[in-house]
Every structure is written in structure tokens, then in C-alpha cells.
């Protein structure tokens, strides 16, 4: 099987180079006080994680992402604009 050269994915609107998206998420906790309830959040923890997404810098459109078979970003279908 040859290994076939990486292009990286493009914009099918504006050619331009597409980015994957990734969204952080902050997660605050909120203690329970002796009256049932909830107290002043507070930072808990942090974490984020790629959601396979590749975004347009350019026009802001998305497609779905897609891997190779050696895991390289491809382009997906178009997804609808929010
Ligand atoms: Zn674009």
C-alpha cells in the first residue's frame, strides 16, 4: 500500500486551509450549604478535547472531520451554519 502524499484540507468555499476545532471546557463547582442550597462557584478543574470538527478561518464554515488511514485530517461533509 503506497503511502499517499498529505494535502492538507481546504475550504470547498474560499480555499483556504482548514483548522480543527477544539472547545475547553472550565468546570466550577458549587458546594452545598446546610440549607440545600448552592453556594458561590468555584474553579474545579479544566479540560478540553477535540471534537472532530475542522473550521474555515477565513469564512467560518465547518465540515465534518475525517481521518485517513494513517490519521490525518481529511475533509468532511459541509455542516450546516449555526
Ligand atoms: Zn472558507
Known sequence: MALVPYRVPLC???DSPLSV???????YLRRI???GKADK????SFR???N????CE?????????????????RGRKLKRA
Not at 472532530?52 to 473550521?55: C, Q
Not at 477565513?58 to 481529511?74: I, P, T
Open 21 to 27: 476545532v477544539e472547545h475547553h471546557i472550565h468546570e
Open 12 to 14: 470547498k468555499e474560499c
Open 33 to 35: 450549604r446546610p440549607s
Open 58 to 74: 477565513k469564512c467560518g464554515q465547518r465540515y465534518l472531520a475525517k481521518r485517513d488511514e494513517d490519521g490525518r485530517f481529511q
Open 48 to 50: 478540553h478535547y477535540t
Open 52 to 55: 472532530e470538527v475542522l473550521k
Open 41 to 44: 462557584p468555584f474553579k474545579g
